[in-house]
């Protein structure tokens, strides 16, 4: 903060300076969970690979490293069409309450996102609805930054009883898009760690050996 105080700028640029390193250290915070929850799954589902190919690396089934990912990929695709099953399912769920409520209002132009969109804040956004003395974006170094926090629409968030087909629908695609997202990225994880482990499981090591040793213990 001494540091933007120093610098040579008007009070209204030094707060959008002071709002951008917010977002950002925000915005830093949010990749940080995010990639916490992704390694968790990676992690997760590479033991979930060592099961599928435990019993039949132990038992030889597979011998080699290139029947290893035959055989590992070739059983991860089918976990991934029966993981995906449900997802679907849950999307064609909302597809059909979409349509019977369609076909019961006799509508079929109205977005469900944005009328689900009113369960949520709203902002004013538009620069023109601010005093000149204290605008909502202001250009400092040549870049548009917020110089404040952008106030509430009125009316929202609301909740409408007619609204409420629109409200599942969403609700229902929303969940499939994440649980897809969940499952292909699982998937993923999987093929890598069956990759990794073709290799792994058929290498061969000289480490510790020695020739001359062994010719003496002879």
Same mark, same amino acid.
């Given at each position: ?16 300076? !002071? ?5 950002? $250290? ?10 916490? #929850? ?17 019993? $039949?690396?132990?038992?030889? $089934? $597979? ?9 590992? !990929? ?16 849950? %999307?064609?769920?909302? !597809? ?7 076909? %019961? ?29 204290? =605008? ?17 629409? &009125?009316?929202?968030?609301?909740? /409408?009883?007619?609204?409420? =087909?629109?409200?599942? &629908? ?5 969940? #499939? ?22 290799? /792994?499981?058929? /290498? ?15």
């Amino acid at each position: 903060m001494r540091i933007l105080a120093s610098i040579n700028l008007s009070e209204t640029d030094r707060k959008a300076l !002071i709002i951008l390193l917010i977002l950002l $250290v925000l915005l830093l915070l949010l990749i940080g969970l995010f990639g916490m #929850a992704v390694h968790g799954t990676m992690k997760h589902q590479a033991k979930h690979a060592d099961t599928m190919m435990h019993d $039949v690396t132990v038992t030889h $089934v $597979v011998d080699s490293p290139k029947k290893f990912r035959k055989f590992g !990929i070739r059983k991860n695709n089918r976990t991934l069409f029966r993981a995906s099953m449900k997802p679907f399912l849950v %999307a064609l769920i909302g !597809i059909v309450i979409w349509i019977i409520h369609c076909l %019961a209002i006799g509508e079929w132009s109205v977005n469900p996102w944005e009328t689900t969109g009113e369960l949520f804040f709203r902002f004013k956004l538009d620069n023109s609805l601010y005093p000149a003395d204290d =605008p909502l974006w202001v250009r400092v170094f040549g870049i548009q930054l917020l110089a404040r926090w952008p106030e509430l629409v &009125e009316g929202y968030p609301r909740f /409408e009883l007619a609204h409420i =087909p629109y409200y599942l &629908e969403c609700a229902f695609w929303v969940l #499939a898009i994440g649980w897809y997202a969940y499952v292909c990225q699982a998937y993923i994880s999987r093929h890598v760690r069956i990759l990794r482990r073709s290799q /792994e499981v058929f /290498e061969k090591s000289l480490e510790g050996y020695k020739a001359n040793q062994s010719s003496l213990d002879s």
